[in-house]
Every structure is written in C-alpha cells, then in structure tokens.
C-alpha cells in the first residue's frame, strides 16, 4: 500500500459515509478523529499523516513560504493520496470517501477534488485556500462541498476563499460557502454546521 502511516476505525453504522480525515500542518493521523466522530458518528475513519516534514511537522506537500505553495509538490501530492485511497478502499472494502480537511489538510483535499475527482464523493474544508495557481479544467458533476472559512483568518484571505468556492462551483461542485466569525482556528460552529451539511447529502 501506498506508504501512508495512517489509521483506520471501521464502520459502526451502515448508512454513514466513510471519511478521509486530512489534518493541519503539524498534525498527525490521530488529529482529526475525534472530530470525524462528532461529524458523522458510526463512519469509517480513514487518517493518513502528511508525508512532508516542514521542521519535524508533517504535511501533506511542500511550501515555499506560509500561503505559497510548491505547486509541482502538490500535483505529486495529491496524486499519490489519490493512490493511497484507492488502495485502502480495496483493502478495507469501503466506498469513496467525504474528505474532511484542515488548513493543510484541506488544502490538499481541495488540489485532490482538482486533480482526481473520483477519488472523494465530497469534502468538507475547513479554512482552505487555492491549492493551485493554474488548475486543470474539473468536472465534479455536483459533488458536494462545504467551505467554511474564518472571517478574521490571518492564514486564508478572505479573497482567497471567495475564488477557493467559485473555482469549484466553475468546475461543478455543489459548493456551501460559509463564512464564520473566527479566525484559522476551528470553532464549535464549524463541528454543527459540518455535522448538518454531512447530514443533508449523505
Ligand atoms: C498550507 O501551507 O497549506 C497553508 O498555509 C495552511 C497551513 O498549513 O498553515
């Protein structure tokens, strides 16, 4: 299998949808699953830690500086986690999964979504950018994706995250732009409104 550290918690509930959990620079494969649990209880959790050390901090592609990316990096990137879902789908017989990414984490969802659209049935991207300058012409046929960005956000622009959503809905994606009253930071409202959302299209 693609060389991914990860972990893996089965289904506990038929009807939920798997998730891909993609957590911020820094983090790692155990991160994000007390949040994948509140998001969509009784999903299979699929956690990958990012491959990229930035200073001893896992991520998943390379930076030339904060908000600058090396985009040859992340074509690589998002190809490879492309591989690496593909392979696990088989191994642990799950479906496409809903990504749920963080800052770096949701970074690299939003290049995967760009990249290889069958990888994810839909993501959810918590304080996202545009992963690439020039992206290839997608088509997502109406995936659905949530945005949820930070008003106060000194990472993510708010113009960023505005192009983020329309470069998405250009490529078809169902897209739910929201923008809260915080910074990068996650809040409470993030976990309800991601848990709602997932609620609704799943
Ligand atoms: C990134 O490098 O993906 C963004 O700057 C978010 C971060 O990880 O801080």
Known sequence: MT???HCFEPATSAGSPPLLLLHGTGGDENDLL?????VSPGSA??????????HGMPRFFR?????????????RRALELGDFIAEARKQYGIAAPIAVGFSNG??????????KPDALAGAILLRAMVPLSDPPKAALGAKPV???????????????SARLAALLSAADASVVHKVLPTGHQLSQADVTLARDWIGNVA
């Not at 007390?34 to 509140?38: A, K």
């Not at 959790?45 to 930035?54: D, F, I, N, Q, T």
């Not at 945005?147 to 708010?158: C, F, N, R, T, Y």
Request: hydrophobic fraction near 50%; proline fraction near 5%; aromatic fraction near 4%.
């Open 3 to 5: 060389d991914f550290i």
């Open 34 to 38: 007390g949040l994948g649990q509140m």
């Open 45 to 54: 959790l699929l956690s990958p830690r990012g491959r990229v050390l930035e």
């Open 63 to 75: 930076r030339l500086a904060e908000g600058v990316f090396d985009e040859d990096d992340v074509r």
């Open 106 to 115: 949701a970074n690299i969802a939003a290049a995967l979504l760009l990249l």
């Open 146 to 160: 949530l945005l949820l960005s930070g008003q106060a956000d000194p990472i993510v622009p708010a113009s960023n």
